[in-house]
């Protein structure tokens, strides 16, 4: 992007936060700065009703709620709407699937073709531009533009050519962090899960449940995390979306996942985590079943997955749901890395699509859209020299 543009759009950011008036402005710099737990300790007394709120700054966030920038991490959890709630989180009717396969219908609409089971093994380059890419078939399938979702580190590490990356670019994309430390698990329960507190069936159990009292409680998951691996006292949110989606299980039987926070991307001392992930997987449904006595009983089958995993399932580098940790350095204008926030990498004809690039991870279509004007953008004829506008 020419520096001109980059200044007319920095001006005009600049004007919206002289907007705002000066209690706006504070707020805004609280959010920035300050720990989820210092801002919700400013406004809040009860300890359930911190551990609500602070469980959205710790998700996906390998940190404790007192970890300063982890304020941004809970604002990042209600930017989106759901059916014209805003800050409100959906299911979608069918599973996740459901969401692909409504964008492979729009995309088979506009004549678009999907090819599933075909891994890249590489951006094809030519006098230093992206052209296309190479399957690991060995197929070519040229371009005008290739647009990837990948981690960034995955796209930059295995698929570009080295020698064609800018070294500071290369090597800061070698450093950019990763890990959320999450382990994820779906189960296939018997029946539904009856807590102590309250035990009969409700719309308690149609939203997200979440099994830290506190704040002190999350802080300490994480201090132990980073000196065990994981914590005793892990945190954890179950969800069951065959409460409101009876397309997911057989009448009367159910299906949860267990969304835990704060297990070591990497273990302490390089042990692996296939040596430990059943015992971290007994230890996650043990706690639920402290809150909801015989729900180790209920469960008829589990999956379990430990960042390891997640890396190599789903190139989730360190287990990362969110393709880079959510940290302000690596955020905005920096995300990736300074200077390419605007989708464009630094290889022309390359563009980055996904969760590693502004605004960040979760099922929001945000930096897909933002990445498709600035190829649209690039495609079209210039004219003036100039560019138009990101969203
Ligand atoms: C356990 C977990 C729970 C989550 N929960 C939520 C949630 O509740 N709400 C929410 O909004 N978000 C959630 N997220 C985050 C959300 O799923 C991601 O932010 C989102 O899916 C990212 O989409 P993406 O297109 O950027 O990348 P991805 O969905 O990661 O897609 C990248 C794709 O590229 C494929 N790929 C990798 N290498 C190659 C190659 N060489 N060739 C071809 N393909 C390749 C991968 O297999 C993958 O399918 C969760 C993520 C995880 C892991």
């Not at 991870?361 to 990445?371: D, E, L, M, Q, S």
């Amino acid at each position: 992007m020419p520096p001109c543009r980059r200044l007319l759009e920095a001006a005009a950011l600049g004007r919206r936060v002289a907007g705002l008036d000066q209690a706006g402005r504070r707020d805004l710099l609280d959010l920035f700065a300050k720990s989820a737990g210092d801002w919700l300790d400013g406004w809040f007394e009860s300890d359930p009703i911190k551990a609500l709120f602070g469980f959205d700054s710790v998700v996906g966030n390998y940190a404790s709620p007192y970890t300063p920038g982890s304020a941004y991490v809970l604002l990042h959890h209600v930017f989106g709407e759901v059916n014209g709630k805003r800050g409100a989180w959906g299911h979608a009717l069918g599973g996740m699937g459901a969401i692909t396969q409504a964008m492979a219908r729009a995309c088979a609409e506009q004549g678009v073709e999907i090819r599933l089971e075909t891994p890249v093994a590489q951006v094809l380059t030519e006098k230093g531009r992206a052209v296309g890419a190479v399957t690991e078939r060995g197929e070519v399938v040229r371009a005008r533009a290739v647009v990837s979702n990948l981690h960034p580190r995955l796209l930059f590490e295995r698929l570009v050519d080295p020698a064609i990356v800018p070294t500071d670019f290369g090597e800061r994309i070698r450093r950019y962090a990763s890990g959320s430390g999450t382990f994820r698990m779906n189960l296939a329960l018997s029946e539904l899960p009856r807590f102590a507190c309250l035990p009969e069936p409700g719309d308690h159990l149609t939203a997200g449940i979440i099994i830290a009292p506190s704040l002190g409680y999350m802080d300490r998951a994480h201090a132990q995390a980073r000196l065990s691996g994981w914590s005793s006292e892990p945190i954890v949110e179950m969800l069951i979306p065959s409460t409101l989606d009876d397309s997911l299980a057989p009448p009367g039987r159910h299906v949860a996942s267990l969304f835990c926070q704060h297990v070591a991307p990497q273990l302490p001392d390089g042990e692996s985590w296939n040596a430990h992930r059943d015992t971290v997987a007994d230890l996650m449904i043990e706690t639920v079943d402290r809150y909801a006595p015989g729900f180790r009983a209920s469960v008829l089958g589990r999956l379990a997955l430990a960042p390891s995993d997640l890396e190599e399932r789903f190139g989730l580098i360190g287990g990362d749901i969110f393709h880079g940790r959510l940290t302000l350095d690596q955020l905005f204008s920096a995300r990736p890395v300074l200077g390419h926030a605007d989708y464009r990498m630094p290889v022309p004809g390359l563009y980055l699509c996904g969760s590693g690039a502004h605004p960040g991870g979760g099922v929001t279509g945000a930096p897909g859209h933002n990445a498709a004007r600035s190829v649209l953008t690039d495609l079209q004829p210039r004219r003036f020299g100039l560019r138009s506008r990101q969203a």
